[in-house]
């Protein structure tokens, strides 16, 4: 009841904060779907995968540039609550039924359909994987993370985890960190461990969380995560087992990606924006307006960043391709008001398209602001509530408490 009435809350937030809004698109800057976009994952040569969490489920397939997705990848009709490429290339997604059947595909790389599957844990599950090819996965409704090996069939070992585990990030030593929202920390799991070696706290001064959600790892092995309720990035330093340092963002910021160069990209659901951070800055050095309320992102190779707007679209959501150049001006100072995608395919929109995902239990359960910043619901979960109250079973189940990640 506790996360349900936080998930409720966070909705109202967003409704609020929709309503709000400025309508902006950049149509040659817009990739079309119809659905609702959650998970985003980028290849090396640019292609874009989008987990559709709307009814048919799926994954789009974008070709780098594209505004619309070449292909579909089928998930049986089960929404997408997870995804994850592997250094191969190799695509791994998550999908769950009301019947609560879940489990992980495989779809090589460059393929068209899943070669194999592997069950895992009821409710939904964000993925990772690490330089190896290891896939981690989380579990919001047990606390735990579970992890598949390289090229395994079944789930190797589940490690526990601080309550609402939300997303988890891989280091380039395979180091896997993983954000729990509800209990405020974020569990250091070593490369082919079978338990967290270290807990790192992110709580208030009175003892609450701070809402971990967010998290990637830097190409140094520095990681950072997005802290809803206290509306700041923690810095973690590679071996470090506290906060080295907080760079703030307005607006509760709910999820984080990173460029190779260093450059931090921060979604915030409440004041629905992307802020730009500077290699090793100390705070944000500009920020863009997003189309809709954002949710996840993800940076291209060729530095420009998609965000995800589960909620925004007359039909769906929207995905926004915000380009290198215009992120480089907002890094100057200048805000700009121009983000890079818009709604739902319109009649004259690329063919082919797809959708993505929300989730429960951490993004995939989103935990929801308890208190101050009751509106961070991930878009993804928030447009469920709202929108399509169809598996409000299923959520249920899946335990969580705020959203964005899908």
Do not use: C
Request: glycine share 14%; charged share 10%; proline share 7%.
């Amino acid at each position: 009841m506790k996360y349900r009435l936080a998930t409720f809350t966070a909705v109202f937030g967003v409704i609020l904060g929709l309503a709000a809004a400025p309508v902006v698109a950049a149509p040659d800057e817009a990739i079309y779907v119809v659905g609702t976009p959650v998970r985003v994952a980028i290849a090396a040569d640019g292609t874009a995968y989008l987990g559709n969490y709307d009814q048919g489920g799926g994954v789009f397939v974008v070709p780098a540039g594209a505004t619309g997705a070449a292909r579909t990848i089928s998930t049986g009709g089960h929404p997408t609550t997870g995804l994850a490429l592997g250094p191969d290339g190799t695509l791994y997604v998550a999908t769950a039924d009301d019947a609560g059947h879940n489990i992980v595909g495989v779809v090589p790389a460059g393929g068209t359909t899943t070669e194999r599957t592997i069950p895992v844990s009821a409710g939904l599950h964000p993925l990772a994987a690490g330089p190896d090819g290891t896939v981690y996965v989380a579990n919001p409704a047990g606390n735990t993370v579970s992890v598949i090996a390289p090229n395994g069939t079944a789930v190797d070992r589940t490690i526990k985890v601080g309550a609402g585990p939300a997303e988890v990030a891989v280091t380039k030593d395979g180091t896997a960190y993983v954000t729990s929202q509800t209990a405020g920390t974020v569990s250091v799991v070593p490369a082919g461990a079978a338990a967290v070696s270290k807990t790192i706290e992110l709580l208030s001064d009175t003892g609450t969380s701070e809402e971990p959600h967010g998290i990637a790892a830097g190409p140094d092995g520095t990681v950072y995560v997005a802290n809803i309720k206290s509306g700041d990035i923690a810095v973690i330093e590679p071996d470090a087992d506290t906060v080295s340092e907080r760079i703030f963002v307005e607006g509760g910021p709910q999820d984080v990606a990173i460029a190779e160069d260093g450059s931090l990209y921060v979604t915030s659901l409440l004041t629905q924006k992307l802020s730009v951070i500077r290699p090793h800055a100390t705070e944000v050095a500009g920020s863009m307006t997003t189309d809709g309320g954002p949710g996840h992102l993800a940076v291209a190779p060729d530095g420009s960043v998609i965000v995800l707007s589960p909620g925004s679209g007359a039909t769906g959501g929207s995905v926004s391709r915000f380009s290198a150049a215009a992120l480089a001006a907002a890094s100057q100072g200048s805000t700009a008001a121009t983000p890079a995608a818009s709604s739902a395919a319109p009649a004259a929109a690329p063919a082919g398209e797809a959708a993505a995902q929300p989730s429960s239990g951490s993004w995939n359960s989103l935990p929801a602001v308890a208190g101050g910043v009751a509106a961070l619901v991930v878009g993804g979960a928030a447009w469920i509530l709202v929108n399509g109250r169809r598996r409000k079973a299923w959520l249920a189940a899946g335990a969580s408490q705020a959203g964005s990640g899908l």
